[in-house]
């Protein structure tokens, strides 16, 4: 194991000096060519550009259009499973049976308290069931009624103004390091020197 930390180690020496040097190189760019500083710092930008990422989320895909389209298919395909749903729960669903065979409480309050909640998502999914057969029966025979409540249930999710924002603080950003330039890149790069110097000395 020792000659595996030392192999380890020794890599982690070079891969640190290395990414001094790039910090030094870099500095000296931002100090003494600023131009080209901000040239490079473009084209890297663009590798890591989200703008495309953004259209593809932007595109508006019309699920409606979908449906009403297909209707025939999704309508008798879910008004079969919301109906048979319907009847489980109205009929063949045994709350007592449910609670003794996969809940087991072990108190009286712990019994009461289940019993509420099994109650509650018991009802919960017969009216969501009940809701998804009226969705269906209006999909399959009224499909303009559909169509105008589902186009009052979408919304827009754009995150275009989000992309705007960290756009405008990215270039900002950009902008104040060339503009300071002197003080950005003396800075970094008496900090990479030193830092290479502290290198040096700890490991050579």
């Known amino acids: 194991m020792e000659i595996i930390y030392d192999i380890l180690l020794d890599v982690a020496k070079i891969f640190v000096f290395f990414l001094n040097m790039v910090a030094i190189v ?6 003494f060519k600023p ?33 009403l389209k297909y209707r025939w298919v999704v309508g008798v395909f879910f008004l079969g499973g919301a109906i048979y749903t319907l009847k489980y729960l109205l009929m063949d669903f045994k709350e007592g049976v449910f609670i003794e065979l996969v809940v087991r409480p072990d108190s009286g309050g712990a019994l009461l308290a289940t019993e509420m909640i099994v109650a509650f998502m018991k009802w919960f999914l017969i009216i969501t069931a009940a809701f998804g057969v009226v ?4 999909i399959l025979f009224k499909p303009e009624m559909f169509k105008t409540f589902s186009g009052h249930l979408d ?10 924002k960290l756009d405008s603080g990215h270039y900002g950003f950009d902008e104040w390091v060339i503009k300071n330039h002197l003080f ?13 110097v502290f290198l040096t000395s700890y490991f050579v």
């Open 184 to 196: 950005v890149g003396g800075f970094l790069l008496l900090g990479s020197i030193f830092i290479l």
């Open 35 to 67: 131009k080209l500083a901000a040239s490079l710092n473009s084209s890297f930008s663009k590798m890591f550009d989200t703008g495309n990422v953004s259209d593809s989320v932007d595109k508006s895909y019309d699920t409606t259009e979908a449906i």
């Open 26 to 31: 870099v500095s000296a760019m931002i100090l």
């Open 155 to 164: 919304s827009s999710y754009s995150t275009q103004s989000i992309q705007d």
């Open 135 to 138: 969705t269906c029966l209006a």
